[in-house]
């Protein structure tokens, strides 16, 4: 099965179906993006099982999305929390 894109930030990420968000954001060197409230420390891919919830974002409109479980769609559109 040949792979698709989904969109971060405007930016086209190439995904290999079957891989999570956090997983194409990650191979394609994206590793923080967002921060924390009190100090503004880079957050991403922490535990990478559903967890920390360090690796929140929005997709397709909806807020709170963990990126280490979500299974990328062809197209989603994917921004910071
Ligand atoms: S990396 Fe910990 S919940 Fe996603």
Not at 35 to 47: E, K, M, Y
Not at 48 to 74: K, M, Q, W, Y
Request: proline content about 7%; glycine content about 14%.
């Amino acid at each position: 099965m040949s792979g698709f894109e989904i969109v971060f930030s405007g930016r086209p990420i190439p995904v290999t179906p079957g891989q999570t968000i956090g997983a194409a954001l990650h191979a394609a060197g994206i590793r923080s993006w967002r921060t924390t409230r009190v100090n503004g420390r880079p957050r991403g891919l922490f535990c990478g099982i559903g967890v920390c919830f360090d690796c929140l974002l929005t997709v397709n409109g909806e807020s709170g999305v963990r990126a280490c479980l979500r299974v990328a769609a062809p197209g989603d559109e994917v921004t910071p929390s």
